[in-house]
C-alpha cells in the first residue's frame, strides 16, 4: 500500500521522477488552411501602375507650375533622376553580386573540414 505522505503516481522504490499524465491529442487542423491558396488578384499591380502614373503626372504639373512652363526644368529633373537610377542600378546589381559571392565563398569556406592535424 502507498505511503500517504507520497504522492499519487510516485514509486516509492524507484528515484525517477513522478509519471505524469498523458497529453491530450493534438486537435486537427481546419480544412481551409490546409486547401491551396487562390491566385493574387490582377488588379493590385494594375492600381499600382496607375497610381505611380497619376502621381507622375502630378509632379509634372508641379514642376512646369513652379518654372513657369520652362521645359529645360523637365530636362534637369529628368537627368537627375536617370542619373541616380542608372547609379541605382549598377551599383545594386554590382554590389549584390559581389557580396552574394562573398557569402557564398564563406559558406563554403566553412563547410570544408580544415587541413590542419
Avoid at 487562390?38 to 513652379?66: F, H, K, Q, Y
Wanted: glycine share 10%; net charge negative; hydrophobic share 40%.
Amino acid at each position: 500500500m502507498e505511503d500517504p505522505a507520497e504522492p499519487p503516481g510516485v514509486d516509492p522504490d524507484s528515484e525517477r521522477p513522478p509519471i505524469l499524465p498523458e497529453m491530450p491529442q493534438r486537435p486537427e487542423r481546419p480544412p481551409s488552411l490546409d486547401a491551396p491558396r487562390a491566385a493574387a488578384p490582377t488588379s493590385r499591380p494594375l492600381l499600382t501602375i496607375g497610381g505611380s502614373l497619376v502621381g507622375l503626372v502630378l509632379l509634372s504639373v508641379i514642376l512646369l507650375l513652379c518654372t513657369a512652363g520652362n521645359p529645360i526644368a523637365f530636362l534637369v529633373a529628368g537627368g537627375i533622376f536617370g542619373f541616380a537610377a542608372l547609379h541605382y542600378m549598377i551599383w545594386g546589381w554590382w554590389l549584390g553580386r559581389m557580396i552574394h559571392e562573398e557569402e557564398t565563398a564563406k559558406h563554403d569556406e566553412a563547410q570544408q573540414p580544415s587541413g590542419r592535424a
